[in-house]
C-alpha cells in the first residue's frame, strides 16, 4: 500500500510539474510576441508579412484559426472584414493565420461568401504551413489543426490581451473591439482602469483603491434608491 501511495503521488507530482512547464511556456500578458516572417495573401497577391514591421506604427490583432473552409472561421474572418474601418480608426492590423498554404488561402479568397469563401477580405490571411508559428504561440491542437486564438498586440510589439476558445464556438467582434478601445484608454491614461462592460465614454475607475471608492459609491448606492 506504502508503495501504491508512493507511486501515485510521484505521479501526481511529474503531472503537475508538466502542467507548470506547460503554463510557464505559454505566452505572457506584457511580454513581447514571438516574431515571426511568413507568407501572406492580401488581395490575391502572395507577399512577405514579418510581425515585428508593425511596431512603432500599429496595433496588431493576431488571430489564429483552425483551417479554410472550417465552419466556424468564415463567420469570424468576414465579421472581422466587414467591420475593418472602426479597427483602421483605431490604427490597428489584422492579421488572420492557420496552418493551411498560401495556395489553399488564394483558393478561399477567390470563393464567394455564398460557396463558404473569403472573397473580398479586408486584410491578409498568413500562411503557417510547417505549423512553426502556431508551435510557438502554443496553440496546435492534437490533430495538427489551430486552436482558435486572438491576440492583441500593441504598438510596441508587447502582448496586452489574448484568449483560447473552443473550436466550434465563435468569437464577437464587438467585444474584441470593446476590448481594443479599453488597452487604448488605458494605455493613454495611465492610473485609469476600465470597469466591467465599460464603453468609451463612460465612467472610469482608478487604479488607485482608495481613488476607486467615489465609483463604487455613486455606482451602488444609486442603485440602492
Known amino acids: 500500500e506504502k508503495t501504491l501511495f508512493f507511486l501515485f503521488k ?13 503554463m510557464v ?14 507568407i501572406g495573401v492580401y488581395k490575391k497577391r502572395l507577399g512577405k508579412i514579418r510581425l515585428s514591421d508593425y511596431r512603432g506604427k500599429k496595433y496588431v490583432i493576431l488571430v489564429f484559426y483552425p483551417a479554410n473552409f472550417t465552419p466556424v472561421s468564415p463567420t469570424e474572418l468576414i465579421a472581422l472584414s466587414d467591420q475593418i474601418s472602426a479597427f483602421r480608426k483605431l490604427s490597428t492590423q489584422i492579421l488572420a493565420i492557420s496552418i493551411d498554404s498560401p495556395f489553399s488561402h488564394l483558393h478561399s479568397l477567390l470563393l464567394d461568401r455564398e460557396e463558404g469563401g473569403l472573397a473580398n477580405l479586408n486584410y491578409p490571411l498568413l500562411s503557417d504551413l510547417p505549423q512553426t508559428i502556431t508551435n510557438e504561440y502554443k496553440l496546435l491542437t492534437p490533430d495538427g489543426l489551430a486552436f ?31 476590448i481594443l478601445k479599453s488597452i487604448q484608454y488605458i494605455k493613454q491614461n495611465p492610473g485609469h482602469a476600465c470597469p466591467v462592460d465599460w464603453q468609451y465614454g463612460d465612467k472610469i475607475l482608478y487604479s488607485h483603491p482608495l481613488k476607486s471608492q467615489f465609483y463604487f459609491k455613486d455606482l451602488y448606492l444609486s442603485k440602492k434608491s
Request: proline share 5%; with cysteine; glycine share 6%.
Open 25 to 38: 511556456n505559454l505566452p505572457q500578458i506584457g511580454k513581447l510576441a514571438p516574431n515571426f516572417l511568413t
Open 10 to 22: 510521484t505521479r501526481a507530482f511529474f503531472k503537475k510539474k508538466r502542467w507548470f512547464c506547460f
Open 148 to 178: 482558435p486564438a486572438l491576440f492583441i498586440i500593441d504598438k510596441e510589439g508587447i502582448i496586452q490581451y489574448y484568449t483560447v476558445n473552443n473550436l466550434l464556438c465563435g468569437r464577437s467582434v464587438n467585444e474584441l473591439l470593446r
